[in-house]
Nanobody, 129 residues
């Protein structure tokens, strides 16, 4: 499967952006999905994640209450709504997919980056102060 992110850009602090991750290639799913980010000189970190069923989500402490992950499996797309952006949110954002087996793993959220088999090319988000 190929993942393509879009929606990044430059925004002022306090502003909002919505990232999209569109999947193509092999049939979409079932996959658990995550959004990671990596700032210069820092390790890649998991920001948010969502199960295939959408029943479960994960939010990193630094984005709780500001970011929202959602998915539309009919459109093969995952979204990341980012509100109240801060300069420290500046990073390249990557979406990632982990293939799961149904029905046992339908509600699974995946936390470890090395469990994700597929990655997008990344989209830059820059928040100015």
């Amino acid at each position: 499967v190929q993942l393509v992110e879009s929606g990044g850009g430059l925004v002022q602090a306090g502003g909002s952006l919505t990232l999209s991750c569109a999947a193509s290639g092999r049939a979409y799913g079932p996959y658990a999905m995550g959004w990671f980010r990596q700032a210069p000189g820092q390790e890649r970190e998991l920001v948010v994640a969502i199960s295939w069923s959408t029943a479960n989500t994960y939010y990193g402490d630094s984005v709780k209450g500001r970011f929202t992950i959602s998915r539309d499996n009919a459109k093969n797309t995952v979204y990341l709504q980012m509100n109240s952006l801060k300069p420290e949110d500046t990073a390249v954002y990557y979406c990632a997919a982990h293939r799961i087996n149904l029905p046992d793993r339908a509600n699974a959220v995946v936390f470890e980056s090395d469990e994700y088999e597929y990655w997008g090319q990344g989209t830059q988000v820059t928040v100015s102060s």
